[in-house]
């Protein structure tokens, strides 16, 4: 066993040596390279060579021709080219493939630290492959451990360091200054300590799917998974709690999070507890998947999120015949917060009727509106909520693709969509267009929502954070895995459901 511990350790040492001979590839996303695409937008190829690329596998290599076949837009074959393998290319800094317990370690892109949420949706379209091919299965187990170990360290965390065990060094924050946080936090370990609820949804997400894509569950048994998974449990639980007690006293918070900043989407109300709820089954968070601040700490994606996965938690534990008792629990916690968001993360709008609010307080409060980054409103379909049929989210989706009644939608010149306080005004996310599209049943506007982000890469044949409605060479972020592996599932489905579309 150490032998292959350490052949496994050298293996992962080897390969970020191989990587760091190799151009930055946040430089080298902002250049575009030969060979381009024969269409109008003449997408460039911005995959590196293969020695360059951090993890290699014929699976994938593979399914690119397949699906290439099957798309006779030459921008878009280059396109899905690129985006597709973007995070296996781009993203594995560290992986022990170790057989019995393998890690791994994904950056989210130009930002060199792994994001809870967005490492489990880097993943995800790579899930299909991972029953046929065991070293992509490794790479995805390992990140469950790696997920595993994240949690059980700091519940509290929404983007982690690099292990000391990978040799890597942990990246510079420069906003995680001026802070205070309770509980503490290791910046060595912790890259950023902003809690965000759709954390624990995601890690359940990405375990839940790789134990139905491959039948392993031997990961369960292992003291680091069991244990981040009871701990998660438990602080859903007192996250339900009110603010105020039945004698209107204060109860203990929880986590609190204040930074002596210009900005309030960086900081939290409440001197960092939060702005004040009742109890209404929904669990609280400090902050969107945007990093951005909540105004009222019920975020409902984030709810309904974590009721779906804590359902799909549920039943694999109960399938395995494993954690009796944390599978109940999951599917108590479940029911609550489904209640929570059906009975108060709506309201009644006067010109679209009944429809989910963004944010909530039990108290009648909310705030409507919806933001680019997933859990979002829009994206209730499909992270499993409702069915995209469902009334309340039909006249939502009508009211957040509405530049009039949504306050972060935007339209211009070159594309229109959701945008974020994160980025500002006038700044469409190709997210948001990829996730309308992956949530439309009409082929023309799922069409659209092709052609738009396809227009609007810069000339760079990636997908960027946001983009300038007007001026799409205005962007944030060259390189950006997660939107890349979103996109690409989006092309999946348009050519599963509207074969020939592109």
């Known amino acids: 066993m150490k032998l292959v511990v350490g052949l496994s350790l050298l293996l992962s040492r080897v390969l970020v040596n191989a990587v760091a001979n190799c151009p930055s590839y946040t430089d080298y996303s902002s250049t575009p390279h030969e060979p381009y695409s024969t269409g109008r937008y003449r997408i460039p190829s911005m995959r590196p060579p293969p020695e360059c690329r951090t993890f290699n596998t014929p699976t994938i290599e593979q399914a690119i021709i397949d699906i290439n076949s099957l798309i006779s837009d030459p921008d878009w074959r280059q396109l899905f080219s690129n985006v597709f393998p973007n995070t296996l290319d781009t993203t594995v800094a560290w992986h ?7 890690y791994t ?16 949706n880097q ?30 360290g700091y519940p509290y965390g929404n983007a982690f360091q690099p292990p000391p065990r990978s040799g890597l060094t942990p990246a510079e924050n420069g906003i995680a200054v001026d802070l205070s946080v309770d509980p503490p936090f290791d910046n060595s370990t912790v890259f950023e300590a902003k809690f965000e609820l759709d954390s624990f949804a995601s890690f359940f997400q990405i375990s839940t799917a790789y134990w139905r894509a491959t039948g392993d569950y031997q990961f369960m048994y292992s003291k680091s998974w069991s244990n981040a998974m009871a701990t998660v449990l438990t602080t859903i639980r007192r996250l339900q709690e009110p603010t105020y007690n039945s004698k209107h006293q204060l109860n203990r918070h929880l986590v609190q999070y204040t930074r002596l900043t210009d900005s309030p989407t960086e900081t939290q109300f409440g001197n960092g507890i939060g702005n004040p709820v009742r109890y209404t089954g929904m669990a609280k968070t400090l902050f969107r998947p945007s990093d951005d601040a909540t105004i009222f700490p019920f975020l409902i994606p984030a709810n309904a999120y974590l009721s779906v996965e804590l359902s799909n938690l549920s039943y694999m534990l109960t399938s395995i015949g494993v954690y009796s008792e944390q599978a109940d629990f999951a599917k108590k916690l479940a029911a609550e917060i489904r209640q929570g968001v059906l009975q108060h993360g709506t309201t009644v709008h006067p010109k679209y009727g009944r429809v989910f609010a963004y944010e909530t307080d039990g108290y009648g409060s909310t705030l409507v509106m919806d933001d680019a980054n997933g859990p979002a409103l829009l994206s209730l379909p499909y992270l499993g909520f409702v069915s995209t049929s469902d009334s ?46 992956l949530t439309s049943t009409n082929k023309t506007e799922v069409m659209e929502c092709l052609d738009q982000l396809k227009a609007t890469t810069s000339g760079l044949g990636l997908m960027h954070e946001s983009v300038n409605v007007n001026k799409p060479a205005e962007y944030t972020r060259s390189w950006f895995a997660w939107c890349n592996s979103l996109v690409s599932q989006l092309v999946f489905d348009a050519l599963n459901r509207f074969p020939g579309i592109i």
Do not use: C
């Open 392 to 437: 309340t989210y039909q006249n939502t989706r009508r009211m957040i693709l509405s530049p009039d009644d949504n306050p972060w939608y935007f339209t211009g010149m070159y594309i229109h969509g959701i945008g974020s306080p994160h980025t500002g005004f006038l700044k469409v996310w190709p997210m948001a267009v990829a996730m309308r599209g």
């Open 96 to 102: 022990n493939s170790n057989s019995s317990e393998p």
């Open 123 to 152: 993943m995800l379209p790579y899930i299909p492959y991972i029953s046929a091919d065991d070293d992509l299965a490794k790479l995805v187990l390992g990140l469950v451990n790696m997920q595993a170990e994240e949690l059980l």
């Open 105 to 120: 370690f994904l950056v989210t892109g130009d930002i060199t630290a792994q994001w809870i949420r967005d490492s489990t």
